[in-house]
């Protein structure tokens, strides 16, 4: 079965300063990975996915993503933080099959990220 | 939160009612979920689709019940028989027309708070 860890419930990082959330994964096969962010009492935008090809994924809001297959991580980045970044995000692994074509998708518990001004 | 709207905002219960939230998407998605999102946990599948008509079990589908008579809507039923309902809830959708279908994100509706007195 296919499961995703996010390692850390909180991360704090200063304003402008580089930012990294983890997420390591396992799965059968090849991973399909995606990143969400979660602003409070909202639903789950999109950041970006791997799938295949070039193991640096970029995506909105200048958020990248790094693949490592060997240590089987796909670490959310950004080069500098901002207080508007602060958020909830979200690792998901595409899990089972649905049928017609379509998988779930296997989401870690999150991750509470705090910019300081 | 793209095409998908969900009401109400925010819903509250009484022991032993059951309750409708509404879900409903303009993007011509073929698929559609419904989560729970409890503090700490992540997302967890209630119910989803795939196609009109027709919908599967999730991982914590006991206590709730769903329909899809129609490929735009997917409403979720909270029972009296779900003995802690109080969550918030998220429905998705997802494209399963193209050949990289399984590849496809999912799209999140604002969510529903659901509080029982």
């Known amino acids: 079965a296919q499961s995703v860890a996010q390692p850390e419930d909180q991360v704090n990082v200063a304003e402008g300063n580089p930012l990294t959330v983890k997420c390591t994964y396992s799965?059968?096969?090849?991973?399909?990975l995606f990143w969400y962010v979660q602003y409070p009492n909202r639903g789950l935008q999109f950041l970006l996915k791997y799938i295949t090809g070039d193991n640096l994924v970029k995506g909105s809001y200048g958020f990248e993503a790094e693949f490592n297959k060997s240590q089987t991580s796909f670490h959310l980045k950004k080069p500098s933080a901002l207080v508007s970044d602060s958020a909830l995000y979200f690792c998901?692994?595409?899990?089972?099959?649905?049928?017609?074509?379509?998988?779930?998708?296997?989401f870690g518990k999150g991750t509470k990220l705090s910019v300081i001004p | 939160d793209g095409g998908i709207t969900q009401s109400p905002k925010y819903l509250f219960r009484k022991e032993g009612q059951n309750v409708t939230l509404s879900c409903e998407q303009n993007l011509n998605h073929d698929a559609m979920y419904w989560y729970r999102q409890d503090p700490g946990q992540g997302l967890r599948l209630i119910y989803y689709s795939q196609i009109v008509n027709d919908f599967q079990k999730g991982d914590i589908a006991e206590g709730y019940s769903v329909s899809r008579e129609k490929k735009e809507s997917f409403p979720l039923t909270v029972t009296s028989a779900q003995k802690n309902p109080t969550a918030f809830y998220l429905c998705?959708?997802?494209?399963?027309?193209?050949?990289?279908?399984?590849?496809?994100?999912?799209?999140f509706g604002p969510g529903t708070r659901l509080t029982v007195l």
């Open positions: 998901a692994v595409r899990g089972a099959y649905s049928g017609a074509g379509s998988y779930q998708l296997t």
């Open positions: 998705a959708s997802s494209r399963t027309d193209s050949q990289y279908s399984s590849y496809n994100e999912q799209f």
């Open positions: 799965v059968s096969g090849n991973p399909y």
